[in-house]
């Protein structure tokens, strides 16, 4: 068992989270399209918004264990995070419109299709871009630091 944990050591708590996340996004969704009945694009904005903030957090703290030594490394980190998520919510956008308005689709169901790409899109993106290990950048700014104090 902790073999198996060493390994996927990211991937699992990445699908924890990502399952929450996909619940907070589809909760908001629901709750602002159907009871509060605002447009399903308008609705899908906010509640991808939301869900980002929410991963990033989740994400940073105890999925990939990221710690900034520095508020230039935390500014990159966090900055490259909302970048990557809005590329990423350009294409749940994109489904979202294709599936309900061109294809007439459920927006419920569209959305549950979008949140699958993108859950799969968003890890890609954050394992291997966001949250890699940074020793470089991190080591960098410590010495600047250090140079700054003296």
Not at 30 to 56: E, G
Request: with cysteine; charged share 15%.
């Amino acid at each position: 068992m902790k073999e198996l944990w060493n390994k996927y050591k990211d991937t699992i708590p990445y699908l924890f989270f990502g399952v929450l996340t996909t619940v907070v996004n589809i909760a908001c969704f629901t709750w602002f399209a159907y009871p509060l009945h605002w447009n399903y694009q308008i609705a899908n904005v906010v509640a991808y918004f939301l869900s980002v903030a929410f991963a990033y957090v989740t994400n940073k703290l105890w999925v990939f264990n990221s710690h900034t030594n520095t508020w230039k490394a935390f500014w990159l980190e966090m900055g490259s995070f909302f970048l990557f998520r809005a590329a990423s919510w350009v294409i749940d956008q994109g489904t979202m419109t294709i599936g309900v308005t061109l294809l007439g689709q459920s927006k419920f169901l569209v959305k549950i299709v979008a949140n699958v790409v993108v859950v799969v899109l968003n890890y890609v993106f954050s394992k291997f871009i966001i949250f890699r290990k940074r020793d470089k950048l991190d080591k960098a700014s410590k010495r600047q630091l250090a140079d700054e104090k003296e």
